[in-house]
């Protein structure tokens, strides 16, 4: 079955980086549209960034644009997100997702969250101010 395994939460000081990895088995990555959303206590979740399948087009919530960057290795079935400059208002679990777009629509982005297929059970990312 497929599964999304996500790594490199924790604690960090405002100001700081971190990088989560997210690694997928049981599907064929190149053809899976990935993204990262991140959900707060109290809040709903929220689309963060996505990523084609091809790595070809990239897309950012307005919040991250210019500390976040999103890539991929589909040779090992992971996808990355670098968080840089980060904020007390970036500390949420932090989730990736896979929507299967096939080879036809590898150019794809997806922000939609209901339009995701298969979900990683979630990361903490804790910002200190």
């Known amino acids: 079955q497929v599964q999304l395994v996500e790594s490199g939460g924790g604690l960090v000081q405002s100001g700081g980086s971190l990088r989560l990895s997210c690694t997928a088995s049981g599907l064929v990555f190149s053809m899976n549209t990935m993204g990262w959303f991140r959900q707060a206590p109290g809040k709903e979740r929220e689309f963060v960034s996505t990523?084609?399948?091809?790595?070809?087009?990239?897309s950012y919530t307005d919040s991250v644009k210019g500390r976040f960057t999103i890539s991929r290795d589909n040779a090992k079935n992971t996808v990355y997100l670098q968080m840089n400059s980060l904020k007390p208002e970036d500390s949420a679990v932090y989730y990736c997702?896979?929507?299967?777009?096939?080879?036809?629509?590898?150019?794809?982005?997806?922000?939609?969250?209901?339009?995701?297929?298969?979900w990683g059970q979630g990361t903490q990312v804790t910002v200190s101010s």
């Open positions: 997702a896979a929507d299967y777009a096939g080879f036809i629509n590898r150019n794809k982005l997806t922000t939609t969250r209901a339009d995701y297929d298969y």
């Open positions: 990523i084609s399948g091809s790595a070809s087009t990239t």
